[in-house]
């Protein structure tokens, strides 16, 4: 009986929290969807001002809406930069609370792949790693959302050489596959340093545009904040939009001068796209 009740319990435990998973998700995306709107009448209301301001003919389409668009506009005034969006809530507690990193690889993975999937677990601090089995990719978020995991990183390979990179940030996205190039692993880099366990410093080079933000802070919030005196550095580097990863550390020899250590593992990667999905 005692077993019976125990397993009612944990039945309705399960369902409720699949209940709160689900309305948590249809609140995200219904915000989303507003925001779509919102923007398409913001693009409207710019373009009517535009061709006002210019005393030109208005544009075809917006000439159906341009009474209530220039209502609108009577009350715009310049403080609306800054307004918070989905993109906010991603990412609401990054810097509070450090984040926690599930790393694991495609199914029946190499030794090569599971000998790099223990370098890449040592970058990120605090990470974990789990032996992927035969788990689907849906049971593993699942799993992950049970245990407050922050981030999902899978490593892919083709014929022993890894060649892919999975960065899925719960619950709701956004996900990133990479294409991985020139995998250098930590025991082929020549005079390698040792392996700091410090929060590392990190260097985004060239991610100015809108995308390039997006994918930086997909990356950035896999680390926690650095502290002050941490001589850890990790550096992406965007060229023609291959990003080279670089880990090092350093020492001061002096007052003027640092010596560099390359730790490892190096190697690129090329953002393919950024989509949700794994969140549902």
Known sequence: MLIVSF?????VC????????TRLRREYL????QED??????EKKQKLKSALDAIRLIPTEVCREAVQLQKLLEYDDEGAEGVSSHMDDEYKWAGVEDPKVMVTTSRDPSSRLKMFVKEVKLIFPGAQRMNRGGHEIKALVQACKANNVTDLVIVHETRG??????VCHLPFGPTAYFTLYNVVMRHDVPDIGTM?????NLIFHNFSSRLGQRVSNILKYLFPVPKEDSRRVITFA??????????????KTDHRNVELSEVGPRFEIKCKYNVLPFSS
């Open 30 to 33: 219904y915000r989303k969807s």
């Open 7 to 11: 397993l009612l319990f944990i039945m």
């Open 238 to 251: 965007n060229q023609e939009d291959f990003i080279s990863f670089r880990h090092h550390t350093y020492k």
């Open 196 to 200: 700091s366990e410090a929060y590392p």
């Open 161 to 166: 050489q890894p060649d892919g990179l999975v």
């Open 14 to 21: 399960f369902s409720l929290m699949i209940v709160a998973s």
């Open 37 to 42: 709107r919102v923007r398409t009448i913001e």
